[in-house]
């Protein structure tokens, strides 16, 4: 059974850090890409970081700069710092998998909520 268990969301004031884990279990196949995503209510879930199995690092506009995405491959772990917070931050956060091969799969967890307070 795949897991992906997001944590360290919280309530934070403009300016400070939150370092969001997500520690994934059950994946067999290869996995191509895993990322950070956040929906804010009403609005849609964009990417927010991810990592390709070169090891190539994405992060949108809005967090280059601030936030920073590292895996840890012996630990099944994906973390998401995140530094310099704006209330424009506030939102669920979530973990996401994609894997080699066909047919794709895609996990994805549960979310953390993230609250930047002005």
């Known amino acids: 059974q795949v897991q992906l268990v997001e944590s360290g969301g919280g309530l934070v004031q403009a300016g400070g850090s939150l370092r969001l884990s997500c520690v994934f279990s059950?994946?067999?196949?290869?996995?191509?890409?895993v990322g950070w995503y956040r929906q804010a209510p009403g609005k849609q879930r964009d990417l927010v970081a991810g990592?390709?199995?070169?090891?190539?690092?994405n992060y949108a506009d809005s967090v280059k700069g601030r936030f920073t995405l590292s895996r840890d491959n012996a630990k099944n772990t994906v973390y998401l710092q995140m530094n310099s917070l704006k209330p424009e931050d506030t939102a669920v956060y979530h973990c996401?998998?994609?894997?080699?091969?066909?047919?794709?799969?895609?996990?994805w967890g549960q979310g953390t909520q993230v609250t930047v307070s002005s």
């Open positions: 996401s998998i994609v894997t080699r091969g066909r047919p794709v799969q895609n996990y």
């Open positions: 059950g994946i067999t196949r290869s996995i191509s890409t």
């Open positions: 990592i390709t199995g070169d090891g190539s690092i």
